[in-house]
């Protein structure tokens, strides 16, 4: 979902999140790191998607969110690395954070 922001009454800026992309995703989880055990511990949950990379997943930032439509959960983007393999799009999400 695409962070877009709109001014209000009293010129008062607020940001929604608008769904621009859908599509299947390989959700893997993610181990070992200190980091994600940390995170793991602190109930926030990080995995690592697996998305076909075509030129409207090449465009998500980290300024975006994901959301599991199946669960109706919703992710903070880490890291979205288009670059490492030309088929695929790995995007890294950690849940509790976006909210």
Avoid at 35 to 60: D, F, M, N, Q
């Amino acid at each position: 979902m695409e962070p877009v922001s709109t001014q209000g009454a009293g010129g008062v800026t607020t940001t929604v999140f608008t769904q621009r992309y859908a599509c299947r995703a390989e959700f893997i989880y993610s181990k070992g790191s200190e980091v994600v055990e940390a995170a793991r511990l602190e109930g926030r949950p990080i995995y690592k998607l697996r998305v076909r990379s075509c030129s409207a997943v090449r465009a998500v930032t980290t300024d975006w969110r994901l959301r599991d439509a199946r669960r109706n959960v919703e992710y903070a983007i880490i890291e979205a690395d288009s670059i490492t393999d030309r088929r695929w799009t790995y995007i890294v999400i950690e849940g509790g954070k976006a909210g």
